[in-house]
T-cell receptor, first 112, second 119 residues
Framework: QKEVEQDPGPLSVPEGAIVSLNCTYS??????FMWYRQYSRKGPELLMY????GNKEDGRFTAQVDKSSKYISLFIRDSQPSDSATYLC????????????FGPGTRLSVLP | GAVVSQHPSRVICKSGTSVKIECRSL??????MFWYRQFPKQSLMLMAT?????????EQGVEKDKFLINHASLTLSTLTVTSAHPEDSSFYIC???????????????FGDGTRLSIL
């Protein structure tokens, strides 16, 4: 079993839809969780980061962590074609800045 | 915001060539930089952690003599792929931690990657 699992997609949604992206993990020690967006041929761009369980909202993005289920989610409201990218979750037991594991990424296409 | 610049963005070269990739933090100082490798449709895999003024720490399975890392200043780390072969073709991405972020526990800042193609 991989340490972090993510549905690779592709996930195609119409513009304006609410998108739900998810990761599951096996290491119960993980407590720092991050979501990155990666456009084709570019480096990852940090979207959100959260500590332990709970929700965090930033504009159209909401991150949720359910440590009891070892499950994290990123919701995108009012999705736009510019949101089309690969979304990577990352998590660590120690910090946001080091020793973290990336998920394989979910490719999202938002259709105009 | 913090900017990490990678150069070159694209390299195509013949087998047996050594290739150097630069990673610069443009508006902050980074005592620690990281080098990742990403194959198509796969996630980022950490290759090594580079600390300014000391030897890099390599992840298991990464050949240190193949992938030479130098972090001579607080704003520059270089990765040299020595005697590159087609199987070394990949997307190489660096990231950096702001020297101040270790205290505040902020995530890394990533460069835009270097696409390396060995013919």
């Amino acid at each position: 079993q991989k340490e972090v699992e993510q549905d690779p997609g592709p996930l195609s949604v119409p513009e304006g839809a609410i998108v739900s992206l998810n990761c599951t993990y096996s290491n119960s020690a993980f407590q720092y969780f991050m979501w990155y967006r990666q456009y084709s041929r570019k480096g990852p761009e940090l979207l959100m980061y959260t500590y332990s369980s709970g929700n965090k909202e930033d504009g159209r993005f909401t991150a949720q962590v359910d440590k009891s289920s070892k499950y994290i989610s990123l919701f995108i409201r009012d999705s736009q074609p510019s949101d089309s990218a690969t979304y990577l979750c990352a998590m660590s037991a120690y910090s946001y800045g080091q020793n973290f594991v990336f998920g394989p990424g979910t490719r999202l296409s938002v259709l105009p | 915001g913090a900017v990490v610049s990678q150069h070159p963005s694209r390299v195509i070269c013949k087998s047996g060539t050594s290739v150097k990739i630069e990673c610069r933090s443009l508006d902050f100082q980074a005592t620690t930089m990281f080098w990742y490798r990403q194959f198509p449709k796969q996630s980022l895999m950490l290759m090594a952690t580079s600390n300014e003024g000391s030897k890099a720490t390599y992840e298991q399975g990464v050949e240190k003599d193949k992938f030479l890392i130098n972090h001579a200043s607080l704003t520059l780390s270089t990765l040299t792929v020595t005697s590159a072969h087609p199987e070394d073709s990949s997307f190489y991405i660096c990231s950096a931690r702001d020297i101040r972020d270790r205290v505040s526990n902020q995530p890394q800042h990533f460069g835009d990657g270097t696409r390396l193609s060995i013919l």
